[in-house]
């Protein structure tokens, strides 16, 4: 078999594959979290937010955790009911405390 042979049905092929992705992918908030960070913060972001401070209840969620970092070698992981993450951002750098169904915040700076 020659080679743009081949080729036509490597890119036919290919190009059904991309047809069927995007069907079953169209309309769907699909999004791949490889990294911890990526995956701490989507875990953080699908849970109840409780702040200890009064004057912090009308934070946006997305900005908030966008601009937000993870120091792991801080963070406090593997605990048997909650894992404690140091978290820093544009507002300060808090202890979210990671629950089943809720999120904890405390300011520390």
Not at 6 to 34: D, E, H, M, P
Not at 70 to 82: L, R, V
Request: net charge positive; charged share 25%.
């Amino acid at each position: 078999m020659s080679f743009i042979r081949r080729l036509g049905y490597y890119l036919g092929g290919f190009s059904i594959g991309l047809v069927f992705l995007f069907f079953f992918l169209s309309g769907k908030k699909t999004q791949c979290n490889y990294g911890p960070q990526a995956r701490v913060m989507h875990d953080i972001s699908g849970k109840k937010w409780k702040f200890t401070e009064s004057d912090t209840i009308s934070i946006n969620k997305t900005l908030f955790l966008k601009k937000a970092k993870i120091d792991f070698s801080k963070s406090q992981i593997g605990e048997k009911d909650c894992n404690t993450y140091y978290l820093e951002n544009h507002l300060g750098t808090y202890d979210a405390k990671n629950c089943d169904s809720i999120v904890y915040f405390k300011k520390i700076r």
